[in-house]
């Protein structure tokens, strides 16, 4: 314990030392996790809608007011030719086209039933496809506006009626913020954690302190422990400012227990940091540790959940997801931050979790040579 304790008394005064580290440790957290949950929204509005109308009608304008009203489009030109309409998605200035056919009043009145003609601008799918269900959507409603208006009923209706009413479980208001913070706050934890580990082993060799120490009677497990409590500390205090900004800016109060989260962090804490050291451990200078820990961050963030579903994944991604750490740390915060989960609903991730830190640690301190 003596031994241990010297080491981490030099690893401290390191970092300390160091003021680049503290901001990165400490601010930019911060600043990500306030500028990032505000950029990365899942609800697409300013939808760029072109209309094309043969009609002129009544109805025709009613439902381009329904569309504009809506809140999800804006209208960036009202043409009587289709090929002006086209030339603006040329321009990439829409991203939608909506054309009203003439007689599109006359057709619903009196033969029931009108067409309508919708192109979606492909170039970015997720736009498209989301302002192309909007669109469908809010049309289907006026279709529903315009039949209630028709139909006359009797003072008394004979005629059973059935009110469906919905309401979201978990996250009633659908703020995405609830959803995608709890994410981030993992994937920062998760690039810092690894980043910083990953080039410490390798900066000891190029200063040519790593021969110094190799010559101690140090034993490598002692080496690899004091490497990685204190950015298992540093990691702690990462984790209790981002859950205080998710407080202050976002007014997000978990569910679930404090404990529960703090309980699976430090654990996932000792599985990514021994990741870190593992990578640290087999390069040899410190812009091969950066780009190792790049490339795997990447595919963590990637095939992580915060973006894509993985339930949406092919069957080979979902089982490498099954390798990747990140995944289990965003499914629980979410769990307990939305749902209230405690320790019992997430004992399997835990176990999971604490299987990587004990394979990825015990790898690490096998990995580093003393003798080179």
């Known amino acids: 314990m003596r031994i241990l304790y010297f080491i981490l008394q030099k690893e401290f005064r390191q970092i300390l030392r160091d003021p680049s580290i503290m901001r990165i440790i400490f601010l930019l957290p911060v600043v990500q996790l306030i500028v990032l ?10 939808i760029q809608l072109s209309v094309t109308d043969h009609d002129h009608s009544s109805y025709s304008r009613k439902l381009v007011d329904k569309i504009t009203a809506s809140g999800y489009f804006k209208l960036v030109s009202y043409d009587g030719a289709f090929a002006q309409s086209m030339h603006q998605v040329e321009l990439d200035k829409a991203d939608l ?34 302002g192309g269900a909007y669109l469908t959507t809010i049309i289907r409603s006026f279709n529903n506006d315009i039949r209630t208006e028709w139909i006359q009923f009797p003072r008394f209706s004979p005629e059973p009626t059935i009110e469906v009413a919905s309401s979201n479980w978990f996250n009633p208001h659908m703020n995405y913020k609830l959803f995608m913070v709890p994410g981030i706050l993992v994937l920062l ?9 990953a080039i410490n082993i390798v900066r000891e060799k190029e200063i040519g302190t790593i021969e110094q120490i190799n010559v101690t009677p140090i034993k490598k497990y002692q080496f690899i422990l004091g490497k990685l409590i204190p950015f298992w500390i540093l990691g702690m205090v990462v984790m209790t400012l981002g859950l205080l900004v998710a407080r202050l800016v976002y007014g997000i109060i978990p569910t679930g227990s404090f404990l529960t989260i703090y309980v699976f962090a430090a654990v996932y804490l000792l599985a ?7 990578v640290s451990t087999y390069s040899a200078t410190q812009q ?41 740390f965003i499914e629980v915060m979410r769990m307990v931050v939305l749902k209230g989960s405690t320790l019992a609903d997430i004992k399997q991730q835990l176990l999971i979790i604490s299987g990587f830190a004990v394979v990825l640690n015990a790898w690490a301190v096998y990995s580093y040579k003393k003798r080179q």
Request: glycine fraction near 6%; avoid cysteine.
């Open 288 to 328: 091969q540790a950066m780009l190792v820990s790049f490339f795997i961050m990447m595919i963590f963030i990637l095939m992580g959940g915060l973006y894509t579903s993985i339930d949406s994944m092919p069957e080979w991604a979902k089982w490498i997801t099954r390798f990747n750490p990140v995944s289990y």
């Open 37 to 46: 949950p505000m950029a990365a929204d899942y609800e697409m509005k300013n």
């Open 272 to 278: 990514v940091l021994g990741l870190g050291l593992l």
């Open 189 to 197: 934890l998760t690039m810092i954690g690894t980043n910083l580990t």
């Open 97 to 130: 086209i909506l054309e009203i056919p003439a007689q599109f009043e006359k057709e619903l009145v009196k033969e029931d039933k009108a067409s309508l003609f919708v192109a979606v601008n492909a170039i970015n799918g997720v736009k498209g496809n989301l």
